[in-house]
């Protein structure tokens, strides 16, 4: 059978003989045909991740490899597409040294990138995660992707997924989501996004340049698409990407490695006290008394675990058993504008990473820092 | 049977005590003129103190030797009966005289060269406990030879939520903790639970829920093998034939276990054992009654851990309290309405025309 199109190109450009080195120095400025977009994906991993690429297989599809060099392995994702089809995508691992954090390097659509990709991702959860990005850290990359490209060109937002959490109203619901289609310059996006206390999960953006003919502007032909969970695409400029949103990425997933990291209590015994952590809350956000009960409802829902509320009023204390990996996790919240997170004797780095997410997804925004003793 | 709220009370009244004692404990630890942790201190919360007629265990026992120590006993909520308070007065008065022994005499070199009492009573018993106390001073019944102090505590939930300490009877030592404590002293509990490894047991027994949740919550999902969770739960259920994932222990191990990750060992480990033996098992026995666990041969227990619906405090709660869910409607008991019912028997049918088949229906001619 005649391989696909973006198998081809992959298989080229991630060639198992070329170190990770030589690929990152020499990453395509050109388009790639189609809908094929270059996809980076930063992960987290916490045990030894190559065997667990080795071993790996689902119904739904396996890992195997496809070519191996002294430089690296070339892997082979099989998965079965939206069609029932099974499709096969190249896919280079690079292991960044003296951290426990990865790149997943695919060519694919970004279709298929979810199909295969994050599907693989979340069956090797707990031992690897996403690294989530706040709202402040996505908007930085977005800064720092426009200053790094030519003065002429612009980056605007062409479809935006925002979620605005509801803890704050009567709500029913947790948190109200839109998708929109739009043409909105990045900088206005973020502005309205923190008028409106919303924050994006998935952006799709396109690089443009000012139109001659008027006062418009017109695409360059750069279009991608980014997400909180670490990952970035493009299908042009593949350098730029690289440079100027993967790089930073790469350090604040070093960075949230080590700060989650070794809290549990059966890890470092501390004879001064437990590494707990402190969601601070940013901007005017606070939760007050007569909001507890909405929380307690929030926290009641938090996703395989076992959540329970040991006191409600006037403070809330709840213990949490992440039941995917049996971490405990106990939430104090006994001021306004900071919540606890007080490590058991079991705290992965995985539990923390979801936790945080969660709360941050559907409490409110905050800053996640050492809690001073 | 106590309902569901007053379980839940009495949990939060433990849990407070146990906030209070630290929070004592903690500001009495504080070296005000360094700004830090005093060194040096001797922990002996819970242990044995020999008083001479006897032996008591203060739940409060700190001492910088060779310079101060302090003894103290908490009861939050003082207590209603007279016979009560009598036991309250009488045990004050064995501290005491451990207080006096602290100092030593011709027969023992002194451990500090000042020794306080302690009665650590919620704020709103304080008015009570000292006039208590200053009746049977004057009758007589009460006169403790070192200096003695009530200390009231409360949890005050301002912005922030802090633990209020002051004196507010008596003198304690040392001096400079006595002015402090006057002027009262507020713990902020974020404070109290970022500085301290979670203390969840002090000398008193704790309330069974309480010791179930901590045992379910915290002690065990850390024993189980973290690839045992998650994805491969499942796999390991049909295995198991049990539906749970599964883990044996004895009930030893589990109270050593306890007592050494959430007691005041935290704050010395030769402390003596609270939780108790005997409840710890008593624990284990209703996990067996619930189906939560299998006694296995010995002292071993096998148990099935999984998710508690509602979460585990919630579970036990209702296990242990006597109000019960709404009794559902069991299906067994009501037989479905029939879609034919059978034929009446009170009406007369003649037997000739009962045995003819049914006759079909017949469409109803046009006409």
Redesign the interface.
């Given at each position: 059978m005649k391989p696909s199109l973006a198998v081809s190109i992959a298989d080229s450009w991630l060639d198992a003989r070329r170190s990770i080195a030589e690929i990152v120095e020499t990453l395509p400025v050109e388009p790639l045909p189609q809908k094929l977009l270059a996809h980076f994906t930063v992960i987290n991993y916490r045990t030894e991740i190559a065997p667990l690429f080795d071993h790996f297989k689902r119904p739904w599809g396996a890992v195997t490899e496809r070519q191996r060099s002294e430089k690296g392995v070339l892997y082979n994702l099989e998965f079965e597409g939206v069609d029932d089809k099974r499709r096969s995508m190249p896919m280079r691992l690079w292991l960044l040294p003296e951290a426990t954090v990865a790149v997943l390097i695919t060519v694919c659509s970004n279709r298929d990138w979810r199909q295969g990709v994050k599907r693989l991702l979340d069956?090797l959860?707990?031992k690897v995660y996403s690294p989530f990005l706040s709202q402040v850290a996505l908007r930085t990359l977005f800064d720092g992707m426009g200053s790094a490209l030519k003065p002429h060109l612009s980056m605007r937002l062409t479809r935006v997924s925002s979620v605005r959490r509801l803890l704050q109203t009567r709500s029913r619901k947790r948190f109200e989501s839109e998708v929109t289609w739009t043409d909105i310059d990045v900088k206005s996006a973020f502005e309205a996004a923190l008028e409106e206390k919303s924050f994006f999960k998935n952006l799709a953006f396109e690089v443009c340049e000012p139109d001659e003919r008027a006062d418009v502007v017109r695409s360059e032909g750069t279009a991608g698409v980014a997400s909180r969970d670490a990952h970035f695409a493009v299908n042009k400029n593949v350098r730029w990407l690289y440079r100027s949103a993967v790089a930073p990425l790469l350090d604040e997933a070093r960075d949230r490695s080590v700060f989650l990291r070794g809290r549990?209590?059966?890890d470092s015994p501390?004879p001064?006290?437990?590494r707990?952590i402190a969601a601070r809350f940013t901007g005017n956000f606070r939760v007050t008394?007569e909001e507890l009960p909405q929380l307690t409802a929030i926290l009641?829902r938090y996703p395989?675990?076992?959540?329970?509320?040991?006191?409600a009023n006037?403070?809330l204390d709840a213990?949490v058993?992440?039941?995917?990996?049996?971490?405990?996790i106990?939430l104090?919240l006994?001021?306004?504008n900071?919540m606890?997170l007080?490590p058991?004797?079991?705290a992965?780095e995985s539990a923390l990473n979801r936790i945080c997410r969660f709360l941050y997804e559907q409490v409110g925004e905050a800053h996640f820092a050492d809690?001073?003793? | 049977m106590p309902s569901r709220a007053e379980l839940f009370k009495e949990i939060d009244s433990y849990r407070d005590t146990v906030y209070f004692l630290t929070a004592l404990i903690h500001e009495l630890s504080w070296d005000e003129t360094q700004k830090k942790k005093t060194s040096g201190l001797s922990n002996e919360h819970g242990a044995e103190q020999i008083y001479g007629g006897g032996s008591v265990t203060p739940d409060l026992a700190l001492l910088k030797c060779p310079e101060w120590g302090v003894l103290g006993e908490a009861k939050t909520s003082f207590s209603k009966s007279n016979a009560g308070r009598d036991k309250i007065r009488d045990q004050l008065l064995k501290y005491d005289a451990v207080a006096t022994r602290w100092l030593g005499d011709d027969k023992r070199p002194a451990r500090v060269k000042e020794a306080a009492c302690v009665l650590l009573t919620h704020m709103s018993r304080k008015v009570e406990a000292a006039d208590y106390l200053d009746a049977e001073r004057t009758a007589g019944r009460f006169q403790p030879v070192r200096p003695f102090a009530i200390v009231a505590a409360a949890r005050i939930p301002q912005v922030d939520v802090f633990i209020h300490l002051e004196k507010s009877y008596g003198s304690l030592v040392p001096r400079i903790k006595d002015e402090k404590l006057r002027k009262t002293v507020q713990v902020k509990l974020e404070q109290l639970r970022v500085s301290h490894d979670p203390v969840h047991f002090y000398d008193s027994s704790p309330p069974m829920p309480w010791l179930l949740t901590v045992l379910w919550d915290e002690l065990l999902p850390s024993l189980i093998p973290e690839n045992e969770f998650g994805e491969r739960k499942r796999e390991l259920a049909v295995q198991k034939q049990a539906g749970y994932l599964g883990i044996e222990l004895s009930v030893d191990d589990a109270a050593a276990k306890l007592r050494d990750r959430f007691s005041m060992r935290l704050l010395n480990p030769n402390l003596p054992e609270s939780p108790r033996l005997k409840e710890v098992e008593a624990a284990f026995q209703l996990l067996v009654t619930w189906g939560l666990a299998k006694k296995l041969e010995g002292r071993e227990f096998g148990i099935g851990y999984k998710k508690l619906r509602n979460g585990s405090l919630d579970y036990f709660l209702k296990k242990l309290s006597s109000d019960k869910e709404e009794p559902r409607l069991k299906t067994k008991d009501k037989k479905q309405i029939p879609l034919f019912p059978e034929p009446d028997s009170s009406i007369d049918i003649d037997p000739k025309e009962s045995a003819k088949p049914a006759k079909a229906l017949k469409p109803r001619s046009k006409n």
């Open positions: 069956a959860y707990p549990g209590r059966a501390r001064d006290g437990v707990a008394t009641r395989d675990a076992s959540v329970s509320i040991l006191h006037p403070y213990s058993v992440d039941m995917r990996d049996g971490s405990s106990e104090l006994a001021s306004e900071q606890l007080l058991g004797l079991r992965t809690a001073r003793s | -």
